[in-house]
C-alpha cells in the first residue's frame, strides 16, 4: 500500500474533460483526491493525463487497474461535475469523512434510479443526446465482460457515480478490469453500458430487488430541490 492510500481512508476520483473543479475545495482534508484530465488543450494542474477515450468509464478502470495494489480503503468515483445527478455530493462526502464505515461495501451516489432493458429500448434510445435514436447493446456487452447472459432489466442510479471499498474491489482479478478497460474503447457506447452495471461490474447488489418491488424509476430526492439546486453549479 502507498503512504497516501494508508493515510486517507477515503480517495475522491475525479474524471474530468472541462469542468471547473473549484468545487473541490469544499471536499474534506480527510479526503485524497485524484483528478484524471482529458482536456489536452485545458489541463488542471496536478491532473493525471489520460486520452480522451471511453468517457468516464475508461477514467474509472484506469484507476483500478493502476492503483490495484494501492488503493484507498474505500474510493468515491465522480464526474467533473457531480452535481447534475447526486446535488448533496458534498453532503455526502462530508458524512462519510465523519464516519468512513457509514459508505459499506458498496454505494450508489445520485437521486434517480432508472431501469434499461438489455438493448436500451426503455431509456437510451430515448434519450435526448442519443440523436440518431439507436439501441445500446448491454446484452452484448454483458457477454463481452461476463461471458454469460445477462438479465433482461438493468436498475441504476443515474450518473456513473459510487463509493466502494477496496475489498469488494479485489473480488475481481486485475486482469478482469484489464478487459474491462479495453472494452471501454472497443466496444460501441460502453460507458453507457458500463453506467448501467457498474454494480454487477464490482460484483455486487447495488439496489436491492425486495425494496425495489417491481418500480423500474424511484425518485430518491424530490426533483424540484434536484432542479434548484443543480443550477447553482
Known amino acids: 500500500m502507498n503512504a497516501s492510500a494508508a493515510r486517507f481512508p477515503i480517495e475522491l476520483v475525479v474524471a474530468r474533460y ?28 496536478g491532473a493525471v493525463p489520460l486520452p480522451n477515450v471511453g468517457r468516464e468509464a475508461h477514467t474509472y478502470l484506469h484507476h483500478l487497474v493502476t492503483r490495484y495494489d494501492s488503493l484507498a480503503e474505500w474510493t468515491v468515483f465522480c464526474q467533473g461535475k457531480p452535481f447534475d445527478h447526486a446535488y448533496d455530493f458534498h453532503h455526502q462526502l462530508r458524512a462519510f469523512a465523519a464516519n468512513p464505515a457509514d459508505i459499506g461495501s458498496f454505494r450508489w451516489l445520485g437521486h434517480i434510479i432508472d431501469t434499461d432493458d438489455d438493448q436500451g ?62 472494452l471501454t474503447v472497443t466496444f460501441p457506447d460502453a460507458a453507457h453500458c458500463f453506467e448501467r452495471t457498474w454494480d454487477r461490474v464490482l460484483g455486487v447488489v447495488g439496489i436491492d430487488p425486495v425494496w425495489l418491488n417491481g418500480r423500474l424509476t424511484v425518485y430518491l430526492k424530490p426533483v424540484r430541490k434536484v432542479e434548484q439546486e443543480t443550477s447553482n453549479h
Open 18 to 45: 472541462h469542468e471547473p473543479l473549484n468545487w473541490l475545495r469544499k471536499v474534506p482534508k480527510t479526503v485524497q483526491i485524484t483528478v484524471y484530465d482529458k482536456h489536452e488543450r485545458d489541463p488542471y494542474p
Open 121 to 182: 429500448e426503455r431509456l437510451f434510445r430515448q434519450w435526448s443526446k442519443n440523436d440518431d435514436q439507436r439501441g445500446l447493446d448491454i446484452r452484448g456487452f454483458h457477454r463481452a465482460l461476463f461471458g454469460s447472459e445477462g438479465p433482461g432489466l438493468y436498475s441504476f442510479v443515474l450518473g456513473a457515480q459510487f463509493a466502494v471499498h477496496r475489498d469488494v474491489i479485489r473480488q475481481r482479478s486485475v486482469a478482469f478490469y484489464e478487459r474491462a478497460l479495453e
